[in-house]
């Protein structure tokens, strides 16, 4: 993520009006199958890649983990994060993940939640996280989904009276930089296919343990705008493991 | 495959002028991609569901595969691969592939090429497919992709020129039948989300090898359509191994 967009005053302020931000984890449509992801985290070394507020990085250390290390690229959102872990024992790196640097097998567990579209070298990073983890380690991520970063902008396709008609796709197999809007801001994310990620995972020495897209659950469906997360995928939930 | 679409006569004619038919596996465009997929044939049991013309079949008899059983609802192109296999061996049997019964461990490697779209229930058929199958056989296959299926008509969204403007997504948590328009003739589909796919194999008691949307190949893009293959996925390529 090295376009640091989260320290911009206007978009940090926007964002953190987001039900994310204000509520964490149960804020999230995601989280309720995300949860279901997370590993047996007791004696664990955890690694959080873009960790945001650190809701993920408390959420390891309450479930038991020995060690946490948070890192995101922008210094008022690891402000907030340390501000909301005192006494945790949880630990905060300002970095971009891509320049990152631990030894061999550092961490059994690495995390991350919508912050791999972030990042321009997908392969390098996988190589990376790939040693940086045990074997039998686990990777578990969360992604903004291909259906809904190929277009570019981000939205609906809409009649002239404004009413969603679909969602679009386009340049598909075209992978790379998207000029994105996000809370009003353009925001810079990468496209890449699903081929990318989950053969890419394959061939970077992990073994796919599940991949779910998302969909938000029952009580949030009257909540604006919910229910049209159900005509198209947004999010790509993906746990997977070190190979031996 | 309930619905015989194939043995409909204009459907049918229309199919068989396609370059997959005349040519086989080097008219598909997908074949370049599918055919890394293809396991070590050699003396092994083979089932192809779905076979059409048999040109699968006929590829893993080519390779040393001990035994090969096509199956296909329609008459008509189970026909034509009889013609085209005299003296190899394949055995063909007519049947929705949803109906089939074999004993336990059966085959050694189970393939289909672009049929598993057009059956109701992807659960109980991939339940059948694991009993079938030895520890650590194959299933190799190919599907149109959930962002080719979810819409429902399969076409572009276009301007009033006639122009492509993009490829809609729209009801993708829907899961379903679709009317889709297949060689300008109406033709009942499944879709399915890439979840339902991927984690239903992974639930199923398979492990993911490899997942691959195919882009057309380099030579074929100049052909007429070819280079707009390129704004979307269309197919998705996914080679499984039943755990032990």
Request: glycine share 8%; with cysteine; hydrophobic share 35%.
């Amino acid at each position: 993520m090295k376009e640091n967009k989260y320290d911009e005053e206007i978009f940090f302020e926007k964002y953190s009006q987001m039900d994310r931000s204000k509520k964490g984890l149960s804020g999230a449509g995601e989280w309720r199958q995300f949860q279901k992801f997370m590993p047996d985290f007791r004696g664990k070394r955890v690694l959080d890649l873009g960790c945001g507020y650190g809701w993920h990085c408390r959420y390891a250390a309450e479930n038991g983990a020995a060690s946490v290390l948070g890192t995101d690229i922008s210094q008022k959102m690891l402000r907030r994060a340390e501000e909301m872990s005192v006494g945790t024992g949880i630990r905060y790196r300002r970095k971009a993940m891509e320049d990152l640097e631990f030894p061999d097998e550092s961490f059994d567990i690495v995390l991350s939640s919508l912050a791999f579209h972030y990042v321009r070298d997908f392969f390098r990073l996988l190589e990376k996280i790939n040693s940086w983890l045990v074997p039998e380690g686990k990777l578990v991520f969360s992604v903004e989904h291909p259906v809904f970063t190929a277009y570019g902008n981000q939205d609906w396709y809409r009649d002239e009276q404004g009413n969603i008609l679909h969602f679009p796709v386009d340049r598909y197999f075209f992978e790379g930089k998207r000029d994105a809007v996000f809370l009003g801001e353009k925001v810079i994310k990468y496209h890449r296919t699903l081929t990318t990620y989950l053969n890419g995972l394959l061939q970077s020495g992990f073994s796919l343990e599940q991949v779910v897209e998302p969909q938000p659950p029952e009580e949030m469906l009257d909540l604006p705008g919910m229910e049209d997360e159900l005509r198209r995928p947004m999010m790509l939930l993906i746990s997977a493991v070190k190979r031996k």
